[in-house]
């Protein structure tokens, strides 16, 4: 009966190594519940994405610098997008959490339990990258390039002491009337 099982298995399809480890790293992630080892689930956690992506960063041309990728192990680990869009482990420690900083906070692009899930909303969030760096960088070919005449230099403005002179002159009337007021005032 031991021959039967042994030869069903070899009719499976052989598991990778890579696959083998990243089952362990989850299977470890999983068991992981004792809070000192918290940080070390959220960082493998952490590295089971990163090496999901792997797929999708190869296949980002060279010339292309937006992203740097990379996990960050200081108090929250992170995994690093780009210089403002990161993923991050929930409260619970088995939620991702994929982030972005904007001039007006901190906004949630994805969350799920799920590494899938999380590749999906990376690779949507890579591809508007891209296309806002090919329209930032495109230049409008059918446009007239207009080269204008540049602008006679300003007449130098006279006057300006005779303007403060004025305004002094104004602003010490105004006092001497003041103190006439208060002192016909005070009669």
Known sequence: MADAQNSGTSAAKPIRLRDALRQARIEAADRTGVVVDLRDAEIARLEILNEALDSLFAQIPDGVDLFDRGISQGDTPRLWIDVVAHVVMG?????????????????????????????DAVTDYVARRMIEREHALAVPALAPVVTEAPLPPAKPRRGGFALFALGFLAGALALFALALFAALRHL
């Open 91 to 119: 409260r619970d420690k088995r939620l991702y959490r994929f982030v972005q900083d904007t001039r007006y906070g901190r906004i949630v692009i994805a969350e799920s339990h799920e590494a899938a899930k999380i590749v």
